[in-house]
């Protein structure tokens, strides 16, 4: 199948690893992750707790805002979907933020979505992947172990928060992390919604506090 990049992008065939702040180091012991917001009680999940929950093999394309495409990467994770399931949402829930550790602060890093646009297999919280060769491998630490969520590819990836902490369910679309310091509210590639206000273009496109190639 032929694939059309988004506009401004490039592809690469190598999956670079960009983040701020430190890579979070995986204790079983303390790891928890939170469903909390417009919901009648949060729930707390252990990492058993998530991994006993139904999973999916889905290949998706990433379309990162710092201009590189990856196309085709097989995972398998956990759909959103399967997250909400164990909520019971109050009325108007339309959007979420989905959390992840920044620098030991398990809240520190968040991106908000729609909560409609995530409800196939292309929304999902991720835990390994196929490599180059073909052979599954656990997500690395830096790419976000032990769980990762990786968006739909109708948004940049920013929105797929790495070492993912939680779900807040949201009546009205907070901004998240990046949106906060003028990345746009929704983040379609194919839009080229790279900032909230075009016009105020950063001189790089920041962010990343590491550039590398796996
Ligand atoms: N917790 C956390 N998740 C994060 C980030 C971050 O800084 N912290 N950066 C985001 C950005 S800007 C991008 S482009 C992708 C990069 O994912 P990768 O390093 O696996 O390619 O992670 C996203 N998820
Ligand atoms: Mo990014």
């Known amino acids: 199948m032929t694939k059309t990049l988004p506009p401004g992008q490039m592809e690469t065939k190598k999956w670079p690893i960009l983040h701020e702040g430190d890579v ?3 204790n079983e012991e303390t790891w928890r992750f939170k469903l909390f917001g417009e919901i009648r009680e949060d729930v707390i999940l252990t990492f058993k707790d998530v991994m006993d929950l139904p999973k999916v093999i889905t290949t998706v394309d990433m379309h990162c ?3 590189w495409s990856k196309f085709d990467t097989t995972f398998e994770g956990i759909p959103f979907r399967e997250f909400v399931k164990l909520a019971d949402l109050k009325p108007h829930v339309r959007y979420v933020r989905i959390y992840g550790y920044l620098n030991g602060d398990p809240l520190g890093y968040s991106a908000n979505l729609p909560l409609e646009a995530l409800q196939g297999d292309d929304a999902l919280f991720v835990y390994r992947w196929k490599d180059a060769k073909n052979d599954w ?8 172990y032990p769980l990762r969520f990786i968006p739909p590819a109708q948004f940049y990836l920013w929105k797929g928060s790495k070492w993912a902490t939680g779900i807040e369910f949201m009546t009205e679309n907070k901004p998240g992390y990046w949106e906060i310091r003028g990345y ?3 983040g379609n590639p194919f839009k080229e919604e790279r900032f909230a206000d075009p016009a105020s273009l950063p001189s790089g496109y920041g962010g990343a506090n590491e550039w590398q190639d796996q």
């Open 137 to 144: 491998q656990d997500i690395s630490p830096k790419h976000g």
């Open 184 to 186: 746009h509210m929704n």
């Open 24 to 26: 979070y180091q995986f």
């Open 65 to 67: 805002v710092t201009t």
